[in-house]
């Protein structure tokens, strides 16, 4: 199961291609002595030769077009300076960055070690240095920052068990603050009013879930070994959880293979991945829907692409 291919002009590719200078201005602002490895560290993290490098290739493009499809809306940089959108391009891709940083930090898919931390402790300064200028000229734009920062910490340190998939989207949402940031502080230099801004925050939300919701559905097999929370995880009931939250525990190959089937044949039964696939639908449908309203056309036909290979019958609009 994936999203569809979405189909971008040479116009969004050349954009989405000059982002590889932030990585760039990234690891040129680390001691020289390290900076070979952080180039062979990005390059080996986005699984792309060095020529070419591009980080947000691993990313689906409304991850990173959304800012593009904004910048559309001032063609003429009345409202948003060329210094505006080199700081919001640093921005966002510094909080992108991070978010997968962090995680993969956490458990330990990259290591931590001296150049790892240097590439987050840099980055976040990058990340904070750019929102700080953007939000200047914002009304109460750097109180928005730090709120969704500190959105975005409690989320992460929320230990509490999601008890049903509403509330783990909703968590999700939380934990997507700071990809937020640089859209909501952009909204808000280009009108005035917030409906506009808080509706490209529920657009993009509602991508980001539909995403989330997507890759726990890849990671389905790995999720169940590890014992990880997943969207499958809160969608089954009390007996299945404990099954699977048995992942973490050291057992016998037959005794996981077994437990296994059992978590396997209940998700197949009652039609789990089909439950979890028709809230991704929803999530893009709205995502579409409000970017449409918001005469962004262009943003709301990518939501489109995404859906279309898993609508299967599922109302648009």
Not at 256 to 268: F, K, L, P, T
Request: charged share 25%.
């Amino acid at each position: 199961m994936d999203f569809g291919e979405v189909q971008i002009s040479d116009e969004q590719k050349q954009f989405c291609d000059l982002w590889s200078d932030e990585c760039i201005l990234l690891y040129k602002s680390l001691p020289e002595s390290m900076q070979t490895d952080a180039t062979l560290f990005f390059a080996k993290y986005a699984r792309t030769p060095l020529t070419g490098f591009n980080l947000f290739r691993m990313y689906y493009a409304p991850a990173w077009s959304i800012i593009y499809w904004l910048m559309q809306l001032d063609p003429d940089s009345r409202k948003l300076s060329p210094q505006d959108r080199q700081d919001a391009k640093i921005a966002h891709f510094m909080a992108m960055f991070l978010h997968a940083l962090d995680d993969h930090l956490n458990d330990h898919q990259i290591a931590v070690t001296h150049l790892t931390l240097l590439l987050r402790s840099q980055s976040w300064v990058m990340m904070n240095t750019a929102m700080d200028c953007l939000a200047a000229e914002v009304e109460s734009g750097p109180q928005l920052v730090s709120d969704l920062i500190d959105d975005y910490y409690a989320s992460i340190g929320n230990s509490n068990e999601a008890a049903s998939l509403d509330s783990y989207c909703d968590l999700f949402r939380q934990q997507m603050a700071t990809w937020q940031i640089v859209p909501a502080l952009i909204t808000r230099r280009l009108s005035e009013k917030e409906e506009f801004s808080a509706a490209i925050q529920r657009a993009y939300g509602s991508f980001g879930i539909a995403w989330r919701l997507l890759d726990d559905v890849q990671d389905i097999k790995a999720d169940m070994i590890n014992g990880i929370t997943s969207c499958i995880y809160v969608c089954l009931p009390n007996d299945m959880r404990q099954y699977w939250k048995q992942g973490r525990l050291e057992e016998k190959k037959s005794e996981s293979e077994d437990r296994a089937e059992i978590v396997c044949s209940y998700i197949m039964q009652n039609n789990i991945i089909e439950h979890i696939k028709a809230r991704i639908c929803r999530e893009l449908i709205s995502a579409a829907a409000i970017t449409d309203d918001c005469s962004l056309p262009g943003l709301a036909n990518e939501f489109r692409s995404l859906l279309r290979p898993l609508q299967n019958g599922q109302e648009d609009g």
